[in-house]
């Protein structure tokens, strides 16, 4: 069974005025996700109490080849993501939706309406902590990627020299290959 497109969902590119608030937005959606699996007490924390620190939203939105969109509901603002994307490889590099409309489609909607931008992507690779269940079931259940690999303290990410570290809680990688089918 095909998951249903939500069709008030479309993208709109971040304008200069409104970075500051996608990076807010970006890390309230990203605490919210770890306040509910852990609590207030969490310990998986990059800076200033974030999960997701200005520096690694920065960096993804200023990235080569990087694309940063808003998500919006009938018009309204209602998350983000950021994309690149290089020949028939594309990554999502960041993508939330505001916790108070979760489990309308709107994420899904959004991804489908990324996948339709960059049809020439063969290939599209995403990682995700290994706490985030939400975000599991929505890469794997919802929008057909893969868990690929685990990078933790024994198997570090070679671009994530953190990830060696003793403090290292983990992260999937993901990828979706595409293909065409033909009747």
Same mark, same amino acid.
């Given at each position: 069974m095909k998951a249903k497109i939500n069709d008030n969902v479309t993208l709109s590119p971040l &304008?200069? %005025? %409104?970075? !500051? $608030?996608?990076?807010?937005d970006n $890390?309230?959606?990203?605490?919210?996700?770890? =306040? !509910? !699996?852990?609590?207030?007490? %969490?310990? &998986?924390l990059e800076e200033d109490g974030e999960i997701i620190s200005r520096a690694t939203i920065e960096a #993804?939105?200023?990235?080569?080849n990087a694309e940063t969109?808003?998500?919006?509901l009938d018009g309204e603002i209602v998350g983000?993501?950021?994309? #690149?994307v290089e020949g028939e490889c594309g990554e999502l590099e960041l993508l939330f939706v505001n916790p108070e409309v979760h489990s309308k489609g709107i994420g899904y909607s959004a991804w489908c309406l990324i996948e339709q931008l960059h049809p020439e992507v063969r290939?599209?690779? =995403?990682? =995700?902590?290994y706490f985030e269940k939400r975000n599991i079931h929505f890469y794997v259940n919802r929008c057909g990627f893969h868990i690929v690999e685990y990078f933790n303290r &024994? &198997?570090? %990410?070679?671009?994530?020299p953190e990830s060696a570290s003793e403090n290292s809680d983990g992260m999937f990688r993901f990828q979706k290959v595409m293909i065409e089918c033909h009747d």
């Open positions: &304008h200069p %005025d %409104d970075r !500051e $608030q996608f990076i807010l $890390q309230w959606a990203f605490k919210y996700g770890a =306040t !509910e !699996e852990f609590g207030l007490r %969490d310990n &998986h #993804s939105i200023d990235g080569a969109y808003r998500i919006l983000g993501a950021v994309i #690149s290939v599209w690779k =995403t990682n =995700t902590p &024994h &198997h570090p %990410d070679a671009n994530d």
